[in-house]
């Protein structure tokens, strides 16, 4: 009859098993930064994204307000005395832009039409302006617009004249803009406030 001994390894003697772990702190740690990193860089892009696009609605919001005043000025004289508000002319002759329009009575043609921005500020259309002559000026405001929103809205008109865009001037809380604009002209003229534009 054989007997069996039993050899244990000689590296394994005496020595428990260890047992595999999972992550470490150190390793959890540095996924979980990452992990934050790639949230907070996509909420950036969809902020800047998103950001953007109000900006390009609002340019084309102020570019449709004035062609139809454009258009309406072309049979009178006069944009009307100083101060009248051409939305309600426009509302009558359905020519207030899409964008941003509300009508808080519901009924057409009332004459209490008002604008506002994709960001949210009131934008108004009125007759005059400072530089223009009585009666050959209309000015576009977008009231209570941040400095950030001006910033982003002026550097369009960036080494460009007064001439291109058939104004006479621009001014942001009431600091006029100085043609044809800079960058710097932009970031030290524009702040919170209203961001008025005057056409001829």
């Known amino acids: 009859m054989s007997t069996r001994t039993n050899h244990s390894h000689p590296r394994s003697a005496g020595k428990p098993r260890r047992a595999r772990r999972g992550l470490g702190?150190?390793?959890?740690?540095?996924?979980?930064?990452?992990?934050?990193?790639?949230?907070?860089?996509?909420?950036v892009a969809f902020y800047q994204l998103q950001t953007g696009s109000r900006r390009a609605r609002t340019v084309n919001l102020v570019n449709e307000a004035y062609s139809?005043?454009?258009?309406?000025?072309?049979?009178?004289?006069?944009?009307?005395?100083?101060?009248?508000?051409l939305l309600g002319i426009m509302e009558g002759a359905e020519m207030v832009p899409p964008i941003g329009r509300v009508d808080p009575d519901g009924v057409p043609d009332s004459g209490d039409e008002q604008l506002f921005s994709p960001f949210g500020e009131r934008v108004t259309v009125v007759a005059g302006g400072v530089a223009g002559l009585a009666g050959q000026s209309f000015t576009?405001?977008?009231?209570?617009?941040?400095?950030?929103?001006?910033?982003?809205?002026?550097?369009?008109?960036?080494?460009?004249?007064?001439?291109?865009?058939?104004?006479?001037?621009?001014?942001?809380?009431?600091?006029?803009?100085?043609?044809?604009?800079t960058v710097a002209e932009v970031n030290a003229t524009c702040a919170d406030g209203n961001l008025?534009?005057?056409?001829?």
């Open 140 to 181: 576009i405001t977008l009231e209570n617009y941040t400095r950030a929103n001006c910033i982003d809205f002026m550097s369009d008109y960036v080494d460009r004249t007064l001439e291109q865009f058939g104004m006479l001037g621009a001014w942001s809380d009431g600091t006029v803009f100085v043609f044809p604009l």
């Open 25 to 43: 702190i150190v390793e959890l740690g540095f996924y979980l930064i990452v992990v934050a990193l790639l949230i907070a860089s996509v909420i």
């Open 196 to 200: 008025a534009l005057e056409y001829r």
């Open 68 to 85: 139809a005043v454009q258009d309406l000025h072309r049979s009178a004289a006069t944009y009307g005395a100083d101060g009248t508000d």
